[in-house]
């Protein structure tokens, strides 16, 4: 380049990022304009103009005007031309006008090639349909000479109408022929680098006997199909789930020329059969915890009743001692049969207000017993009352402290934390604002990778193999059911924390400020429906020692039947009711309080007692038509106190 030319840096610029850009543009006009606008503010240039083809300007305006051919070898794609209103100002860009003309003429050779590739590829797409069509009338002219070749044209009506399974065909010694993009999608291969391998290197097939399921098409003669299922794993080492069916290709004298392979993905079907299998799993254990609960509830009941009763009557202080201290084991007997109800129930929480630190200080210890694994409590002092479900929230304690002992390959120490936080506005996605009570719960294991994290609370997810992947999604669950929000946060190598928030509640505890217990003592008649007659014998005494008549009744129609004997004044003798919901083979206390109601008015004191809450109406007995409910096992003092309240 003549360095004499005093040139002008931005311009150069403008002329280099033309030279950028004409090559993103869209099309051969697009070039030209652009170009145009972009030369126009170059020094010297007055005015510039295009034409499109190879054509040339007929009449140049003024013999200042500047035409530049937008040429590659010999073809013409079209021109530029420049008035210029100072040559000598230009002469400099003379060249660069040039060079860019050239690069002009390669996107547009670029562009027209393209366009010749569709061309010809729409004339080839022609060319198939018409030899398709040839082929098609061909095979109706000859429809009447391939009746042996009926079974095969089945099959291959098959293949057409399953066009999105993958489909691989290979010649007699299994090389492939062909792969359709369906096999191209699963096996991960393109079809122009496995056309002509082996069919055992591009399609890896895992069938569920442990064979790899190929063959070639001779050793098909006697196989004429093979259908099976197996797993398959792609270029990149990824497994899918297929059904797989394997046919013999034959040609029209009838001889095995190859075979077909079509194989459809079958992961999802498969995924979901399993999870629907484990759900009904489930189910049936939820049941049978439900039923396990409910007898061993009853069973319970008996045990403690009759253990109490023993209690009372005793005079020697060495049995009453002992009695005492059997006695002692009934809560956690109790607390056993509460996990099985919570496991099997799903249902409502039946809230009660209270103090969390008990419970949660329990759960912990509990979870960690046997174990070689420290738990260290900081717990606030003026920790906020909450309504809560004692048997859920023990859960939930006892499912995170038992990932996280899990997660610290049973050796560390676990912290424990419970503060009083105020949300406000904004502050959480899912929590209005309120006053909360936060637990925390904090391990120093390995941590939950990110890959995972978000996946934690979804049921069946678990990372190890005898893992149910049910605690934590029960556990977010029932916090869920609460009000509440747990969340997580974790680091790897560094542990884990789950956060639970449950709201503060300004109601006063039960036991806040209550006079000294004592046994209630009344007068009427109680009656009693149970399908157990040890439950019948104890519920009547405990109610005899409180100065009640106690009426006993296997089967709801019994009590019906036994109210529709008695007097009007006899009738008004009857203050309430202990009714089992569970009657198998009858109607229990839900079926029958309808008609109780009607027959004995509001008055009636109508309790609903159940080892088995599988519904509503032992959180919500109320909505049931009941006065109050009682869940078994229970003791003397309990039904007291639910005398005294409803009965004093």
């Known amino acids: 380049m003549n360095t004499s030319y005093n040139l002008d840096n931005e311009a150069l610029t403008k002329i280099l990022l033309l030279q950028n850009m004409i090559g993103q543009l869209p099309s051969e006009r697009a070039v030209f304009e652009f170009v145009a606008r972009g030369v126009s503010y170059l020094p010297g240039v007055a005015a510039v103009?295009?034409?499109?083809?190879?054509?040339?300007?007929?009449?140049?305006?003024?013999?200042?005007?500047?035409?530049?051919?937008?040429?590659?070898?010999?073809?013409?794609?079209?021109?530029?031309?420049?008035?210029?209103?100072?040559?000598?100002?230009?002469?400099?860009?003379?060249?660069?006008?040039?060079?860019?003309?050239?690069?002009?003429?390669?996107?547009?050779?670029?562009?027209?090639?393209?366009?010749?590739?569709?061309?010809?590829?729409?004339?080839?797409?022609?060319?198939?349909?018409?030899?398709?069509?040839?082929?098609?009338?061909?095979?109706?002219?000859?429809?009447?000479?391939?009746?042996?070749?009926?079974?095969?044209?089945?099959?291959?009506?098959?293949?057409?109408?399953?066009?999105?399974?993958?489909?691989?065909?290979?010649?007699?010694?299994?090389?492939?022929?062909?792969?359709?993009?369906?096999?191209?999608?699963?096996?991960?291969?393109?079809?122009?680098?496995?056309?002509?391998?082996?069919?055992?290197?591009?399609?890896?097939?895992?069938?569920?006997?442990?064979?790899?399921?190929?063959?070639?098409?001779?050793?098909?003669?006697?196989?004429?199909?093979?259908?099976?299922?197996?797993?398959?794993?792609?270029?990149?080492?990824?497994?899918?789930?297929?059904?797989?069916?394997?046919?013999?290709?034959?040609?029209?004298?009838?001889?095995?020329?190859?075979?077909?392979?079509?194989?459809?993905?079958?992961?999802?079907?498969?995924?979901?059969?399993?999870?629907?299998?484990?759900?009904?799993?489930?189910?049936?254990?939820?049941?049978?915890?439900?039923?396990?609960?409910?007898?061993?509830?009853?069973?319970?009941?008996?045990?403690?009743?009759?253990?109490?009763?023993?209690?009372?009557?005793?005079?020697?202080?060495?049995?009453?001692?002992?009695?005492?201290?059997?006695?002692?084991?009934?809560?956690?007997?109790?607390?056993?049969?509460?996990?099985?109800?919570?496991?099997s129930r799903g249902g409502a929480p039946v809230l009660k207000t209270g103090n969390l630190e008990k419970v949660v200080r329990d759960a912990a210890s509990f979870a960690l017993s046997g174990a070689n694994v420290s738990c260290e409590f900081d717990i606030a002092k003026d920790l906020w009352h909450v309504a809560f479900d004692e048997h859920q929230i023990a859960q939930v304690i006892d499912n995170i402290v038992i990932n996280a002992k899990q997660a610290m390959a049973q050796s560390g120490r676990i912290q424990v934390t419970m503060r009083n936080t105020t949300m406000v506005a904004r502050n959480h996605d899912t929590l209005p604002a309120d006053e909360y009570v936060q637990i925390s719960i904090q391990d120093f294991g390995q941590g939950i990778p990110d890959s995972i994290r978000s996946r934690i609370f979804d049921p069946f997810f678990t990372t190890r193999k005898e893992g149910s992947g049910l605690g934590l999604s029960t556990s977010h669950s029932i916090i869920q059911k609460h009000g509440g929000a747990i969340e997580v946060e974790s680091r790897p190598s560094e542990g884990t924390t789950f956060h639970i928030f449950l709201r503060a509640s300004n109601a006063t505890p039960k036991s806040a400020s209550v006079a000294p217990a004592r046994f209630h003592v009344g007068s009427g008649t109680v009656l009693v429906l149970d399908d157990e007659a040890f439950l019948r014998d104890i519920s009547s005494a405990m109610l005899k020692s409180m100065g009640y008549h106690a009426v006993c009744f296997s089967d709801g129609p019994e009590v019906l039947e036994y109210l529709h004997s008695l007097s009007d004044a006899d009738r008004g003798k009857v203050v309430a009711g202990l009714f089992d919901l569970t009657i198998p083979g009858g109607s229990g206390g839900a079926e029958i309080v309808d008609a109780l109601r009607q027959m004995l008015g509001d008055r009636f004191v109508a309790i609903a007692a159940s080892g088995y809450s599988a519904g509503d109406v032992m959180s919500n007995p109320m909505e049931f038509g009941f006065t109050t409910s009682l869940p078994k096992p229970f003791r003397k003092k309990n039904l007291s106190d639910l005398l005294n309240k409803y009965l004093s």
């Not at 609960?293 to 202080?317: R, V």
């Not at 006695?327 to 996990?339: C, D, F």
């Open 49 to 343: 103009d295009f034409l499109l083809g190879n054509t040339g300007f007929e009449n140049s305006p003024t013999p200042a005007a500047l035409t530049y051919p937008v040429q590659m070898n010999n073809e013409i794609f079209g021109y530029v031309q420049l008035q210029l209103n100072d040559t000598a100002l230009f002469e400099g860009y003379r060249a660069y006008i040039g060079n860019l003309c050239f690069m002009m003429a390669a996107v547009v050779q670029r562009f027209r090639r393209a366009e010749a590739e569709r061309d010809r590829q729409l004339e080839l797409e022609r060319r198939v349909e018409q030899r398709t069509e040839e082929l098609a009338l061909q095979i109706v002219e000859t429809q009447s000479a391939m009746n042996r070749l009926e079974e095969q044209k089945e099959r291959l009506a098959v293949t057409l109408r399953s066009i999105e399974d993958g489909v691989i065909t290979t010649d007699n010694k299994g090389r492939i022929l062909s792969l359709n993009r369906a096999a191209e999608k699963f096996t991960g291969w393109r079809a122009t680098d496995a056309i002509g391998l082996p069919l055992s290197r591009v399609y890896r097939l895992q069938l569920e006997d442990g064979n790899t399921g190929f063959t070639t098409a001779e050793a098909m003669t006697d196989s004429p199909e093979l259908l099976s299922q197996g797993k398959l794993t792609d270029q990149d080492g990824h497994e899918l789930i297929v059904s797989h069916l394997m046919s013999p290709i034959h040609d029209h004298n009838s001889q095995q020329v190859g075979l077909v392979v079509v194989f459809r993905d079958i992961t999802r079907q498969m995924t979901m059969r399993d999870r629907l299998e484990r759900i009904a799993r489930l189910d049936s254990v939820g049941v049978l915890a439900g039923g396990i609960a409910h007898d061993f509830n009853n069973l319970l009941s008996g045990l403690f009743g009759y253990l109490e009763m023993a209690q009372n009557t005793s005079d020697i202080d060495e049995i009453r001692s002992l009695l005492n201290k059997t006695s002692s084991v009934y809560e956690r007997a109790k607390n056993l049969t509460g996990q099985l109800l919570t496991f």
